[in-house]
């Protein structure tokens, strides 16, 4: 049974910095891609970052520069650094993760956390 938590939302000012974290629990796995995905209020849920197995990083235009995808194997858990918030950086934040099991690979999601950034 897998099961990603994610952690670090909050309310914070424009300019400020929030880390979310996505800690992801089972056995027998490891982890392929990880991406954040965020969803504002009325929107679609739109994605933000991605890492792949290699460690390439991609990035949504709005948030380049000022996000910072990352991982840490030893803890199976997944990072957004979240600098210079705006206001249009709103929203509830999703880990997205693909996980290997042996060949076959699966994809989970976190249960989501708020992220409010106030001008």
């Known amino acids: 049974q897998v099961q990603l938590v994610e952690s670090g939302g909050g309310l914070v000012q424009a300019g400020g910095s929030l880390r979310l974290s996505c800690a992801i629990s089972?056995?027998?796995?490891?982890?392929?891609?990880m991406s954040w995905y965020r969803q504002a209020p009325g929107k679609q849920r739109d994605l933000v970052a991605t890492?792949?197995?290699?460690?390439?990083?991609n990035y949504a235009d709005s948030v380049k520069g000022r996000f910072t995808i990352s991982r840490d194997n030893a803890k199976n858990t997944v990072y957004l650094q979240m600098n210079s918030l705006k206001p249009e950086d709103t929203g509830v934040y999703y880990c997205?993760?693909?996980?290997?099991?042996?060949?076959?690979?699966?994809?989970?999601w976190g249960q989501g956390t708020q992220v409010t950034v106030s001008s």
């Open positions: 089972g056995n027998g796995f490891s982890i392929n891609v």
């Open positions: 890492m792949t197995l290699g460690a390439r990083t």
């Open positions: 997205n993760v693909a996980l290997n099991w042996g060949v076959r690979v699966s994809a989970y």
